[in-house]
């Protein structure tokens, strides 16, 4: 059986080991900007965002649904949750400290009533968006590296080592800072906290090398993979939001 630390109510690790599932990877180069999500490139008449794959569960039946739609002459993806949870995945290939900054936009329609990111049945988001890492063998513990390599008999020789989620959080302030309530390899950093900017397009601009450090406490691997999610299958509730173009840039 895995450690406690890699089991959670989605399969926490399926999901991240589902960022490595897709069929393209971006490189880093010598590009200012590296597009992980260009959306608004993109057709509506179209099922999936270019480079972009599904990611369900096996014990979650009912799935949120996304969509690429025009919203204010732009194409963007529309996510919506009724008591379900899935997302959206694309492998990506990026060094965090060339491309340490990492920018996004978003809106959600309302915040979820039990959303409480320090609890387990409170674990549900109207948005957000996973940054994982590739496994490090030279920042890893023994018990670490034993419990990697039992989750690669269990999951894929590809499971990443660590995950940053950027959170639309219901009761905490932006700015928390915790550890997700099913594992400490998962830090969720709540970027928006309450319903201020709810049904207001808000622009992100992170820092993911440096909250990387602040979360862990040591330098980050390779970037391995990035998500967006919208889930409500814990607090029974429901949840619309939208994602727009998701961008790493340089220093």
């Known amino acids: 059986m895995l ?6 109510r989605h399969g926490l690790v399926q999901l991240l080991a589902g960022l490595l599932a897709a069929s393209c990877a971006v490189q880093a180069g010598t590009a200012e900007r590296l597009q992980a999500g260009s959306f608004s490139s993109v057709s509506p008449d179209k099922t999936l965002p270019d480079d972009w794959q599904p ?3 096996k014990r979650i039946e009912r799935h949120t649904a996304y969509a690429l739609v025009e919203e204010a002459g732009t194409v963007v ?3 919506v949750s009724d008591q379900s949870a899935s997302g959206l995945t694309r492998e990506i ?6 491309y340490p900054v990492l920018q996004w936009r978003w809106k959600v329609n309302n915040i979820l009533r039990q959303g409480d990111v320090t609890r ?3 674990d549900d988001y109207p948005a957000r968006i996973y940054i994982t890492f590739a496994f490090d063998p ?5 018990l670490e590296q034993l419990e990697y390599q039992a989750a690669r008999l269990v999951y894929g020789p590809d499971v990443p080592y660590r995950a940053i989620s950027y959170i639309w959080e219901s009761s905490r302030p932006a700015g928390t800072v915790v550890a997700n309530p099913y594992t400490d390899r998962v830090m969720m950093f709540v970027v928006q906290g309450g319903s ?4 207001q397009w808000v622009t992100e601009t992170r820092n993911v090398y440096e909250d ?3 979360a862990f406490g040591e330098e980050p691997a390779m970037i391995s993979g990035v998500a967006i999610m919208t889930d409500t299958d814990n607090t029974l509730e429901s949840a619309i939001a939208w994602y727009g173009d998701i961008e790493f840039r340089g220093k």
Do not use: M
């Open 3 to 8: 450690p406690s630390t890699w089991i959670s």
């Open 55 to 57: 990611l369900t569960f």
């Open 77 to 79: 993806v529309k996510a």
């Open 93 to 98: 290939s990026i060094d965090p400290r060339q």
């Open 120 to 122: 387990k049945d409170g």
């Open 138 to 142: 030279d920042n890893a513990s023994y």
């Open 196 to 199: 201020e900017h709810v049904q």
């Open 212 to 214: 990387y450090k602040t």
